[in-house]
């Protein structure tokens, strides 16, 4: 799958001989690949196999590639508008591929009549025409899960029944961070959590959360389709494919994470504060670094809220603690500044990121709690900068 909303899955494009009609030996299955070690596959990937041992056919559709000579390719990456496309490639490379990367596929081999194959089948030729192919890729809705749902549910109609109830209580985001914690990225769970807004803290439902190939994989597992008037499971049999090729390896842990980095610099900002009160120091070449850091990242969440079309990261109230105006603010910041404005302006700065800590599990949108270190940090710079300038000002 493509993960977080910047990364893609495959970008493999193959010729195909393709045949009118599947034979009476076809087989069509669901396959999820598992989660790789690279940061576009922490959340797996769900393709569809094609098998006709009769005519010969073994290959596989693959949604959520990109072509990498798209002009403008990273400014349309960046904003969400990059063309992706299906694509194909025979089952035979990609099963390399995918074992090569030391990751399980899980094949279901779907109780399908003959009629809904063929009708599989033909939607999946007819998708990856060139003129066809191409499609507006949404992370949460619209990615290489939610695609194969939709196929099966435009040719199955009312004869398939989906789970209502089957992970239905969980948001978005808190389908990435189980995702991304359980494989240990979590730096790219905190990246996640600062990109994107309230929409990703929606239930997913049912329905919502087959934007995860496991996810999908279980609804399947539970559903059932109506075959001569009797429901029978969707899936006929279930078996990882590549078991004995498999290499079992430890998992690298990240040494240091967001909690650890930022509590340490919370607890040194603290020390380094206590002694600049104790010197009467007025430095505050430490508090322009940091404070237009918080800006530049107040700046990136308004390009992404505003100037991207991914559909998750507006409303992101991250913004109250990035604060963009605090660059180029911060740029005013001399050791013999005496402007009441800026004074004031830290002031109330402060004083909003105690109110932002005070509110944390109030809001509709859920903040990564390795923030609090973050937040804590600059409110206190914030009154310490407040406190320095009203003393020069008192003083002057």
């Known amino acids: 799958m493509k993960k977080y909303f910047f990364l893609v899955v495959f970008s493999l494009y193959t010729s195909f001989s393709f045949a009118q009609n599947l034979s009476v030996d076809a087989t069509i299955s669901l396959l999820t690949v598992s989660p790789g070690e690279e940061l576009y596959s922490t959340f797996g990937h769900s393709a569809i196999r094609i098998h006709d041992p009769r005519q010969g056919l073994d290959f596989t559709f693959n949604y959520g590639a990109f072509d990498f000579r798209t002009k403008g390719f990273y400014i349309k990456f960046l904003r969400g508008t990059l063309p992706y496309q299906i694509s194909g490639n025979y089952f035979e ?35 990856y025409l060139p003129q066809n192919r191409e499609y507006a890729y949404k992370f949460f809705y619209d990615n290489c899960s939610t695609r194969l749902r939709d196929v099966l549910r435009r040719v199955c109609a009312d004869s398939l029944q989906l789970s209502k109830t089957l992970h239905a209580d969980s948001s978005y985001r808190q389908w990435i961070d189980v995702y991304a914690r359980k494989n240990e990225k979590l730096w790219a769970d905190f990246g996640m959590d600062l990109a994107i807004g309230e929409p990703s803290d929606e239930i997913t439902g049912a329905n919502g959360a087959m934007f995860l190939p496991d996810n999908l994989m279980d609804a399947f597992d539970a559903a059932k389709i109506n075959k001569n008037g009797v429901w029978q499971p969707l899936v006929l049999s279930k078996a990882v494919i590549n078991r004995h090729m498999l290499v079992v390896t430890d998992k690298e842990k990240e040494l240091v994470t967001p909690n650890i980095l930022f509590w340490t610099i919370f607890i040194f900002v603290l020390g380094f504060t206590a002694y600049q009160f104790k010197s009467l120091s007025t430095n505050f070449t430490f508090d322009k670094i940091l404070f237009s850091v918080a800006g530049f990242f107040g700046w990136f969440i308004v390009l992404l809220w505003f100037f991207t ?49 005070v509110a944390w599990n109030s809001f509709p949108q859920e903040i990564n709690y390795a923030l609090v270190p973050v937040v804590l940090t600059l409110a206190v710079r914030a009154f310490f900068v407040w406190w320095r300038i009203r003393k020069k000002l008192s003083s002057f």
């Open 93 to 127: 490379n990609d099963m390399a591929g995918w074992t090569q990367e030391n990751r399980s596929v899980t094949e279901q081999v779907l109780n399908l009549s003959q009629a809904q194959k063929q009708a599989v089948y033909d939607f999946l030729q007819n998708n």
């Open 309 to 357: 079309d991914h559909g998750v990261t507006e409303n992101n109230l991250n913004i109250i603690w990035t604060y963009p105006l605090l660059l180029p603010i911060a740029l005013f910041l001399k050791k013999d500044t005496k402007r009441a404005w800026l004074s004031k302006h830290f002031l109330a700065y402060g004083i909003i990121l105690i109110l932002f800590l």
